[in-house]
């Protein structure tokens, strides 16, 4: 045991959003989301399903608190679904006030349970009527108007209750997933015929301008308008992974380690704190990444209150020679598993791109911390899936040790962050409470401390890292 500590009123909890777990797709109102449509497009989820029932957890609100106390959380950081809140979306839309009352029930039933809400904004289920409408979150002037007032509603209804708010989920998943690889809704996959120089990949550099003036617009209204009365904070949660180099002796590796950084979390974490895209991405994408009216970056310079940090893995990184592909999006550099010498970079899991390393949790904190000037952190996701969990018996399942460890290197990596680094961090949220929709992967891939028994009635059974969790901060976290 390490003497590293965090500080005495840390916030640890759960996290989820609110398509992976809720269901009801149609219920009390509510309609449509990009996911939704989506998921409809034969061969777009690994297992053909989607979030229709999802865990159900929009009935099963009690369940979900109950296995939160259970576990000791002290806070749980949740989506709203915008869709259920003003199911067609837009600022003229009617406001749904039996999807308002939903929330509103389950923060007052969270608060009672001595758990403190986190919500995010937007996890990524836009309401298909403004994708259809006007093409979504590609028109800046329709998108950020929407949804600032959708911020607006939701800041009016919670604000007196709820603390802490996230914008965007990870931005870069958005407009990447959705706009270049087309892996994620809306599946687009880029549109020649909208840029500048008649190239493909625009897309998604309008689609994270967009995000970042409506994530500006939205603190924006909560500072003028909500914040002195309910003294919240407001940010934005961005993702990112930790960069070893391949070959350490090769400086090109090196710098190219930076580069990935810069692609991946600074595109938005630049704009947050400095007004700007990062200079790698100007010097590679040229004039196809929008520019900054004055207005835009006094939005979205200095909009944060804490940074929002979803973190899971690292990789190595080798440079390449060649000239960017035009849908390169990644810096113009291979992200792989193995170093120059065949060290793999942690194990494997279920999910292809996770490989646990958590010194480099520690290592990015660190370093982001350094680049904006230390601000304050909560970490807003992190955890695993587990190499063939879903094919295991039940019994294997609940005894999740690769988990328990996971979350043993990465939160003592965090306490070193904190205790050794001076890292202002004051939360942390684990990626997920329950097993859930994994997206584009389905149910095949399991990350909740809580297997959910899709077939069985929904049960919840939680697994051993369900209890190891609280245990592993009880050792960190100060007592006085
Ligand atoms: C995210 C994702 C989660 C995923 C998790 C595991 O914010 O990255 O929002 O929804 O389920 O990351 O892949």
Redesign the pocket.
Known sequence: MSDSYLPKDFLWGF?T?SY?IEGAPHEDGRADSIWDTFTRIPGKIADGSSGDVACDSYHRTDEDIALLKQCGAKAYRFSLSWSRIIPLGGRNDPVNEKGIQHYVKFVDNLREAGIEPMITLF??DLPDNLHKRYGGMLNKEEFVKDFENYARVCFKAFGDKVKLWITF??PW?SSILGYSTGLFAPGRTSDRSKSAEGDSSTEPWIVGHSLLIAHGAAVKTYREEFKEKDGGIIGI?L?GDWTEPWDPNDPADVEACTRKIEFAICWFGDPVYFGKYPDSMRKQLGNRLPEFTPEEVALVKGSNDFYGM?H?CANYIKHKDTEPDVNDFVGNLEILYHNKDGEAIGPETQ?VW?RPHPLGFRKLIKWLSDRYGGPTFYVT?N?T?LKGENDKSLEEILEDDFRCEYFKGYIGALADAHAKDGVDVRGYMA??LLD?F??A?GYE?R?GVTYVDYTGGQKRHPKKSARTIGKIFDQYIKKE
């Open positions: 996290a959003a992976q996890h990524w989920n990870e998943c949660t993702n979803n899971y999910s996770l996701e955890g899936s990626w997920s859930n994994e997206w992967e891939t990350f």
